[in-house]
C-alpha cells in the first residue's frame, strides 16, 4: 500500500541542499576534528590531576599523623 503523503522530490531537494553546502573556512594548516579543541581536554585532565594528588596528599598525612 503506498504512502500518500511521501513526497520524494522534497526529499531529493533537501539532499541537493545538503550536500551543495559549503564548509567554514580553516586556516592553512589547522586540523579540526568533530569541532573540539584540545586545549579544553588538556585544562580539564590537568585538574583532575591536581585533585587527586591533592586527595593522595591528604590520605598520606592523615595516615601518617
Known sequence: MADNDYDPAGSTQMF???VEETPAP???GSV???GNSGGNRTGKIALIAV???AVL???IWLAVK
Open 16 to 18: 541537493r541542499a545538503f
Open 57 to 59: 596528599g591528604a590520605v
Open 26 to 28: 580553516q586556516a592553512p
Open 51 to 53: 585533585v587527586a594528588l
Open 32 to 34: 579540526n576534528t568533530y
